[in-house]
Nanobody, 122 residues
């Protein structure tokens, strides 16, 4: 019904940068908040950045000043620019979107992408 596809992960040295992208497609009436979460081995998934439909942004403390989230509503796309990467940023990064599918009225549901690996070497 709704699909999220991430891209842009990879291997980078500490101090480097990566830009993640996530495109939402399917029977979409409205996309509310969009965000990025990550899960490192042996750890719980944590939401690291979120952008509302009004372009307000929130970040987890560990990425503030280094990561920037943005969205392009015309393309149903959310981006995560990651700068000054650290080895502790290594994780699988997942896109999340709060979507009202076509025909659902006012109801919405969180959809997740399948994830993209980000590895930061020291």
């Amino acid at each position: 019904q709704v699909q999220l596809v991430e891209s842009g992960g990879g291997l980078v040295q500490a101090g480097g940068s990566l830009r993640l992208s996530c495109v939402a497609s399917g029977l979409i009436f409205r996309i509310n908040a969009m965000g990025w979460a990550r899960q490192a081995p042996g750890k719980q998934r944590e939401l690291v950045a979120e952008v509302t439909s009004g372009n307000s942004t929130n970040y987890v403390d560990s990425v503030k000043g280094r990561f920037a989230i943005s969205r392009d509503n015309a393309k149903n796309t959310v981006y995560l620019q990651m700068n000054n990467l650290k080895p502790e940023d290594t994780a699988v990064y997942y896109c999340r979107a709060d979507v009202t599918p076509t025909g659902w009225g006012l109801s919405s549901h969180y959809y997740w992408g399948q994830g993209t690996q980000v590895t930061v070497s020291s």
